[in-house]
């Protein structure tokens, strides 16, 4: 695919490529033109495999902006009136079931959604449900513990962990202690007395 | 016959039923030429099957998944699961637009829960909120006032608790050994629905929520709260895949529902109901279902 086929949005686009776009859709929040239809799926197929090479190797867990991004600096000579198109294209990722999310808690308990490759979705559900396990039979689940329990390919990065101890929060398996900004570093069982 | 999620809830004579619990001879509440009856269940069989395909459809009055050849009731007739899949715009990317019709949804009954009926509410909504903790059972509820707490300590677990607040929503209710709540709780409309809307988060005064994996707990609280005639508006988002729904009540009915999102649901866990009666509608999740 060459740059001049990549879709733009037409609010940002120059009026030369208004004029020569072929084919329209609605895409996110924005209306995209493009030369043809075709450059609206290859476009899409384009971002689903730099999706997948930005959350592999290592596996990361990433929120959408930050996704979107890995994405952009991944793709040759795009504009930013392509840019900007990158976030719908994801959502309908999202939609198909291409990419996956988990929802969990920011440090601010806030909640989010990261996202993650489908070929990880049995080690990310093995990984939640060994922390649940963990959690039932020691009462309380640190970050250091998570290193420990989970397989080195997810634990190798301290944001993964975060996010799946955050995730035990969202759906109220558990409860925490820290305070809201610093950081989820544990989670317990509710009732069960805090360890200092 | 129908296809629906065996989550989903129906309207037996004593309440609330997951469909997946509906047997033959049981009696579900339908909606023939415009006015409920009751309507025996002829036969009743678990479907579970790799790679079959289901549809959740998202409306303002509450989301049900069926099977891609169960209809839905609505103003412009029945529309299967499949045909409100295709009527999704396929020329938006990152969008959920379509042209759906509304669809028609079930008055509310006009009978409250019977005291039996409370009971088994009661019982349901007990077990949907359980979790295990380490020193003995945990309920999980919403962060809710201290009043609807109390409440729900009182109706549903009857046993004094010990509350503990969580950061995110959720606050747990932990049975003491000794204290069990004599007092009763009058079984009306209110208290019951105001028990099922404690399993709901309360993120701001009046807007409920529930994640969307909640699934059996939304499925039955919505229901309970369809059969005290409390009128509810639901709004799932995001739209382009929802991954949870907030909740409001509403002072009046609406007689249609909006849809909002369509979702192809793969290996969906469905179980197949044949009424007894043809030409009737069965009312799921406050919709009207038909073949």
Redesign the interface.
Known sequence: MTPADYPVALSKASPRLVREAGAE????KFT?GARDDSC?DRF?QLILHFSIEALNNPIRLLTLPHLANSVATRIPRLTEASRVLI??????L??HGDLV?V?T?SKD?E?Y?AIFSPDHRKLIDDAINALEDTL?AR?IVSLDDSSHLLPQELSSRKQNLAILLGHL?????A??DVA?GVGIDSVR????APRL | MLHLDSRAVAIGETGPVPVGEVSKGTRVLCMSQGKPRWVEVRASAFRESVGSTGVRVFTDAGDVLIGTGTSLVTSNGLRTGQDLVELR?P???????GSWPLLETAATPNEPPTKEGAALIYERLSSLSL?????GP?F?VGSHPKRLLGLFEQAVIRRRC?V?P???G?T?L?PQDQGSRSEMVAPNSETIADCALALWQLPKEGRYRL?L??VEGRSFTLAVLYCCGVHVRTDYR?R??P??VDLELEATSRPHAEIQAV?AASAALLTEVTLSERGCYMVVSGLLCGQ
């Open positions: 859709r609605r895409v996110g995209a609206f899409q976030d719908g294209f994801l959502l309908e999202i939609r999310r929802s808690l308990f909640p959604q039932q009462e929060l969202y759906r109220g398996s409860t925490t809201p069982l509710p009732h069960v | 715009d020329r938006t990317i990152g969008r959920m637009e979790l295990d903790g380490s020193n945990l999980r010990l503990e969580g950061m995110a959720w747990w932990a994640p994996d909640h995001p382009y895949s991954h949870y979702a």
